[in-house]
């Protein structure tokens, strides 16, 4: 999964008609409808105000907004899923130059919308996870000098108790090798509990 990698805004001109795609990570649909009419309000002059979000695999709209139907919204979101984005809206302000761009129109509001994805630049979503272990808790500051020293996980927290909680963060397809590891460098099995999930962002 992807989104971009910042808010971004970029305009161009086709036929005298100015194209104002304004992008903007959103993480709800709220989020997203908050965006569009943000954007209405800033552009409150303009001819067409044309929109698309996909926030996951169910939250996806589209909008033309008086432009002629299907030929704005939907070809937004299509560049949308292409690039394989989530957490993403998109406004296409339109002011009129006079000029009708007939089956033109769809490819101004795609390509305005492809236009400002690559400059605003991807980055991909990783599944990250927490996971633990238990240790004695009196060996505990010394295996976790070991554990600093290596590359495959981070060290998310250690809790204290009866016994020292070690909680690991790492992506998530790793979690059989860093047991691996772990076996093979303290000396004893080491079986790792999920502890929580999240998603983080890599810049491409």
């Known amino acids: 999964m992807y989104t971009i990698s910042r808010d971004y805004r970029k305009e161009i001109v086709i036929e005298k008609s100015r194209f104002i795609c304004s992008l903007k990570k959103v993480h709800s649909e709220a989020e997203a409808q908050e965006f569009i009419k943000a954007v209405k309000k800033e552009f409150w002059d303009a001819t067409h105000n044309c929109s698309a979000y996909i926030v996951d695999d169910l939250a996806q709209r589209s909008s033309d907004d008086g432009e002629p139907s299907g030929t704005a919204g939907i070809p937004m979101l299509e560049v949308l899923r292409k690039n394989g984005l989530t957490e993403t809206a998109a406004v296409v302000t339109r002011y009129f130059g006079g000029i009708k761009l007939g089956a033109g129109l769809v490819r101004a509001y795609s390509g305005s919308v492809a236009g400002a994805v690559k ?10 996870g927490y996971y633990s272990f238990l240790y004695d808790v009196n060996s505990v500051g010394r295996i976790l000098n070991v554990l600093y020293q290596q590359q495959l996980f981070e060290i998310a927290d250690v809790q ?30 080491i079986e790792l509990e999920q502890e929580g999930t999240e998603f983080a962002e890599v810049a491409l």
């Not at 059989?176 to 772990?182: F, G, R, S, T, V």
Request: proline share 0%; hydrophobic share 50%; charged share 30%.
């Open 119 to 128: 400059e605003a630049g991807l980055a991909q979503k990783i599944l990250l």
């Open 160 to 189: 204290y108790d009866l016994r020292a909680k070690v909680i690991l963060k790492m992506r998530a397809e790793q979690k059989a090798e860093a047991e691996a590891w772990l076996t093979e460098n303290l000396n004893q099995q």
